[in-house]
Each structure stands twice: as structure tokens, then as C-alpha cells.
């Protein structure tokens, strides 16, 4: 399996950082409308056993930190691009194993078919926001 996606990581992140303020402002609610859809969908795939799981799917939005009990132990903050959705409480840690199941249970998966089904979607609206915020700041010169 190519990891080619990880090594142009700095060349985006370059292009990224170059992007006016004003877009980023306009590109913000589409990021985090897009990760709520896709919190929505994850909580109506995910397993009912008991409801725990469902019930600590968690949107960050940008230039937020994810909280204390998510994967880096909160210590990893949404870029001003960026809409994080975590999965997980101090409790309720064992989302993972419910995605890919494990020696003695089987995969339920919940994570990645709520990111495919949604994808499309979500990505539109960013392409839209950007666009707009394009369109916006070209008429204001």
C-alpha cells in the first residue's frame, strides 16, 4: 500500500497556510456542518447495545482542542481548516474494538461507512464555501 498522501502532507499544508483569513472565515461552518453530518450518521450506524457509544461521538470545531479522552489525550488542536469528530468517553473507550472487532468479537463497523457515505456530500459544500469565499473576495478588490 502506497503512503504517498502522507509525504505531500507539508507541500498541502504550505498551500494551505497561504489561503486568505477571509475564505478560511467562510470556509468554518461548512467544515463543521459537514463533521456534524457525519456524527449524525456514525450515531445512527453505531451498534445500540447499551447507547454508550452513541451517545459520545464529539464534533471539534477548528482551533479547538479534542477532549482530554480522545486519541493524543486532548492534546491535539483542529487546524483553523479542520473539523475533528472523535468517538469516546473516560468510560466508554472502547469505539475502536466496536469499529474493528477483535479476537473474541466481530467488527461492527460504524466509523469509516459514515465517513464514505457522507463524503461526497460534505465535500461539496466545502467546494461550494470556497468557492463563494473566492467569488467574495474577488468583487471586494
Not at 486519541?71 to 466508554?92: C, F, H, W
Not at 473507550?93 to 467488527?107: C, D, L, P
Amino acid at each position: 500500500m502506497s503512503r504517498r498522501y502522507i509525504h505531500g502532507t507539508d507541500a498541502l499544508s504550505r498551500r494551505l497556510g497561504a489561503i486568505p483569513q477571509e475564505i478560511l472565515k467562510e470556509l468554518r461552518p461548512a467544515l463543521v456542518k459537514g463533521a456534524g453530518e457525519i456524527a449524525d450518521a456514525m450515531e445512527t450506524l453505531v451498534p445500540e447495545d447499551s447507547g454508550d457509544l452513541q451517545n459520545t461521538i464529539t464534533v471539534t470545531g477548528p482551533n479547538e482542542t479534542t477532549p482530554a479522552y480522545a486519541s493524543g489525550g486532548g492534546s491535539v488542536t483542529a487546524k483553523p481548516n479542520q473539523a475533528l469528530v472523535t468517538v469516546g468517553s473516560p468510560d466508554v473507550r472502547y469505539g475502536h474494538i466496536v469499529e474493528f472487532g477483535s479476537v473474541k468479537t466481530e467488527a461492527q463497523p460504524f466509523i469509516l461507512p459514515a465517513f464514505r457515505l457522507k463524503k461526497p456530500k460534505v465535500f461539496r459544500r466545502i467546494q461550494r464555501a470556497i468557492a463563494k469565499a473566492i467569488k467574495k473576495a474577488g468583487t471586494a478588490q
